[in-house]
């Protein structure tokens, strides 16, 4: 498992930069007279949510067109839009055969419009998405993460200043074993440089760095991902940095400040223990088992007590 790990907890925590590249903002609605709440609006008045596999393989992408012409959104994007809305039911049910309707929805975009750069975005997004969900299956995670790849390589193709598409691309190399660390951390550079406000571009430039063990690179990088970044569902990732940087000073050399963060995130979880209940304490625990133990090892283990004791009390 690598740097970047997702937080264990009930439900499945879905990154937030796959809202924030497709525009979608976690469901935040625009006016009414935005178009694309129009289309929304008329997406979630078809209840689509309520069918089966079968009949939303089925649908009529053509009719659907048609029947959505007085909203005014090119076709190509009327469908991607369709693509994100049935999104979530497509990725939890049978694999592939999720992954596949949505194909078919964003292939008919492409034969629409090919160099539409949005299309291929969302089609990466998609594609790691759902192979997030076949643990079990390696060749069919294989395929959706190639089919990703090559739409998130054609939108950097299209759209070479897009930030976007180069974290699209990023995550699909950093997510997967397939992937390059390397290439991921090219993308994110790339991201970082085209869209300094980016917060996964710099995020996950930090994860690759302490992946390949650049410590002090590392720790930089941890040091420059803003933290108001971290708000609502993506909070408890900037504890998680705090700790992941402590580790990489703590490699480069640098300890009292390494301790310094350490404790830091430790007063912070004794504290509140119920923040660190879902947190692996990964690099914690190693430093309290190895370099820091005289300082950290018995205060780690009244920590774990609590968390114990906050985990019991809600149940």
């Keep these: ?49 309520k069918l089966g596999t079968a009949e939303l393989e089925a ?26 809305a049935l999104e979530y039911q497509l990725t939890l049910s049978e694999q592939p055969r999720g992954w596949l309707a949505l194909e078919r929805i964003y292939t008919a975009g492409r034969a629409l419009d090919p160099d539409d750069a949005e299309i291929e975005v969302s089609r990466a997004v998609t594609a790691e998405l759902c192979a997030s969900c076949v643990d079990d ?57 085209l869209d300094p406000s980016s917060g ?54 640098e300890r009292d400040q390494a301790l310094a963060e350490f404790l830091g995130i430790m007063q912070r979880y004794e504290l509140q223990p119920g923040l660190a209940r879902y947190q692996r304490l990964k690099e914690l625990t190693a430093a309290a088992e190895g370099p820091l133990q005289t300082d950290l090892s018995d205060r780690l283990a009244q920590l774990r007590r609590k968390i114990d004791a906050d985990e019991s009390e809600d149940q």
């Design 137 to 193: 299956r390696p060749e069919v995670r294989r395929r959706m993460i190639f089919a990703g790849r090559t739409a998130a390589e054609r939108a950097v193709q299209l759209r070479p200043n897009d930030a976007g598409a180069q974290v699209a691309l990023g995550m699909l190399h950093y997510s997967f074993q397939y992937g390059s660390i390397e290439s991921a951390l090219a993308c994110f550079e790339a991201a970082a440089v």
């Design 1 to 49: 498992m690598r740097t970047g790990y997702a937080r264990p907890k009930e439900g499945q925590d879905r990154p937030r930069w796959r809202a924030k590249l497709r525009h979608r903002y976690d469901r935040v609605r625009p006016p009414l007279s935005d178009p694309h709440d129009q289309l929304n609006a008329w997406i979630d008045e078809r209840g689509w949510e």
């Design 59 to 84: 649908l009529d992408l053509t009719a659907y067109l048609r029947k959505t012409a007085h909203i005014d959104l090119a076709p190509t994007e009327r469908l991607r839009r369709l693509a994100i």
């Design 200 to 253: 996964w571009a710099r995020l996950y430039r930090a994860h690759c760095l302490h992946d390949l063990g650049r410590w002090s690179e590392a720790a930089q990088a941890y040091f420059e991902v803003d933290p108001s970044f971290f708000v609502g569902p993506n909070a408890w990732r900037y504890d998680l940095l705090r700790e992941q940087r402590a580790w990489c000073l703590l490699q480069a050399g």
